[in-house]
């Protein structure tokens, strides 16, 4: 089943899936993504470091060594991309996305199954917040601590613009270079009004909380797990 959605003139769907195989489906593809960019460092630079250390070998090191020293580098790194994203392909369990929030699948599968909101940048339930584009960015709305405006520019010219949360696992951003000011209000003000505990602004007091909050979060944590002194 498709279930259509509008945002003002804009049309999108989302497929019916359980929230965990979206979240398997993004961890996959992200491991195929970098077996190929692993396997063209090979192909790519594979000859070239043979080649150059067949030189070295016979000629002795020279200057030129030094260059093919730099592509047994890159090939060594496209090795290591292949094997590693090898192992999370076949063992998504692995993956750092999952180490680093144990509870994600489970969090996935209640946050599709009690959605209550969703528009181009935010899924909503009662209990949990997740990027619409990238569900694997997903926190329970009381582990949301901080959210502010981020702005880079490159030679004067902005280039990225997102709407950060600050959350107890880490960072969520939403992309927003192309929203307008009262879009990007209304986004984190949809934000604040369901997360309690967060704050607004990226100012040192804002910092502080956000840290002081997670600390909290692991001693919590800590706590529930039987290590209180972690």
């Known amino acids: 089943m498709v279930k259509k959605h ?36 090979m192909v790519l630079f594979g000859p070239i470091s043979l080649f150059g250390i067949f030189m070295t070998i016979r000629d002795g090191f020279h200057e030129y060594s030094i ?5 047994v580098a890159l090939l060594a790194l496209g090795i290591f991309l292949f094997v590693f994203n090898k192992k999370k392909s076949n063992d998504p369990m692995s ?4 180490k680093r929030n144990p509870n994600i699948l489970e969090m996935a599968d209640e946050l599709i199954e009690n959605k ?19 569900i694997t960015q997903i926190s329970y709305t009381d582990e949301v601590f901080l959210v502010y405006v981020y ?10 613009k997102k709407l950060n949360l600050e959350t107890a696992h880490g960072m969520m951003g939403f992309n927003i270079i192309r929203q307008k ?16 505990y967060s704050r607004a602004g990226y100012t040192p007091e804002g910092l502080a909380y956000a840290n002081q909050m997670r600390e909290l979060w692991k001693k919590d944590q800590a706590a529930k797990n039987g290590n209180p002194n972690a």
């Open 151 to 160: 702005i880079h520019r490159t030679n004067g010219v902005i280039d990225t």
């Open 116 to 134: 209550v909101y969703q528009d181009q940048f935010l899924i909503l339930s009662p209990r949990i917040i997740a990027n619409a584009t990238d």
């Open 181 to 196: 000011d009262d879009q990007i209000n209304a986004l984190m003000q949809n934000v604040l009004s369901h997360c309690r």
């Open 67 to 71: 260059m093919f020293i730099f592509f």
């Open 6 to 41: 509008i945002i003002g003139e804009r049309r999108y769907t989302a497929l019916d899936k359980k929230g965990s195989e979206l979240v398997l489906e993004k961890i996959h593809k992200s491991a195929h993504n970098g077996m190929v960019a692993g396997i063209i460092f």
């Open 95 to 98: 993956s750092s996305i999952i």
